[in-house]
């Protein structure tokens, strides 16, 4: 059994920051930062972090849109009806920036009284792929292993691009994508991926015919074998990581 609660931190900045904090009723367990995806802080991402929580873990998934408002998020029934809001949800992602959303992970820490020192995992969609990555390079003394699926802006032309410093990896990483990725398709992630490919211990697997947010079931994007697979390869990775 698991449960499900929300806590408030205040951020660096000064604003209130929700965090959900999904973990077994009894006992004390291993950590797993979760960065959400575009669509927020929604049904199926609490559902997910409930799953894994079932595993065995306490999962944080914090707010990162909490600057622009109390949880805001995109079911995907309501973006069917209404396309325009599709526009609400592009400006809310880019609001984003790398640095709020490690301050905003560090604040998720100190909201569910983390001692400051024990082993994580972290997993992240879509944008959280970008944040998994930044998490597990700023402190890779703690962040034992990592896992993103149908990643997103792991490439870019900036001089701090993720594919720049990819190759230093040290820890166990996953990452899943679709060969029919719509929104961030291989080809804008290769500078990356050719990074990581001597690294044995990160694995890029690509599932034909998968689309961007394959995770979903609620999603017209949902690919079971995309999403059953990767769940299956990232449990038994942070498995594997909180052992060594």
């Not at 004390?28 to 972090?49: I, N, S």
């Not at 400051?116 to 879509?126: E, H, K, M, Q, W």
Request: proline share 7%; aromatic share 8%; net charge negative.
């Amino acid at each position: 059994m698991q449960t499900a609660t929300e806590i408030i931190e205040t951020t660096s900045d000064g604003e209130p920051m929700a965090v959900v904090v999904c973990e077994p009723t009894e006992g004390e367990h291993p950590t797993v930062m979760m960065f959400m995806d575009a669509p927020g802080v929604r049904t199926a991402t609490r559902t997910f972090a409930e799953r894994l929580a079932g595993e065995g873990y306490r999962v944080l998934l914090p707010d990162l849109y909490h600057r622009k408002g109390r949880l805001l998020h995109f079911e995907p029934d309501a973006v069917a009806a209404n396309p325009d809001l599709r526009n609400d949800l592009w400006a809310l992602l880019g609001s984003l920036t790398d640095d709020g959303i490690q301050a905003d992970a560090d604040a998720a820490l100190a909201a569910a009284g983390d001692d400051g020192s024990s082993p994580l995992a972290t997993i992240g969609f879509c944008l959280g792929a970008r944040a998994i990555y930044r998490y597990m390079m700023r402190m890779p003394e703690r962040v034992v292993a990592g896992a993103t699926w149908h990643p997103s802006f792991l490439a870019d032309d900036e001089p701090d691009s993720p594919h720049l410093t990819a190759g230093g990896i040290t820890q166990p990483m996953y990452i899943g994508i679709g060969d029919a990725d719509q929104v961030q398709s291989i080809a804008l992630h290769q500078r990356f991926f050719d990074a990581v490919e001597p690294l044995p211990h990160v694995e890029v697997e690509i599932f034909p015919g998968a689309d961007h947010g394959f995770s979903w079931p609620d999603a017209p994007s949902y690919n079971e074998n995309a999403a059953t697979t990767s769940w299956g390869k990232t449990t038994a990775l942070f498995a594997s990581a909180f052992v060594r």
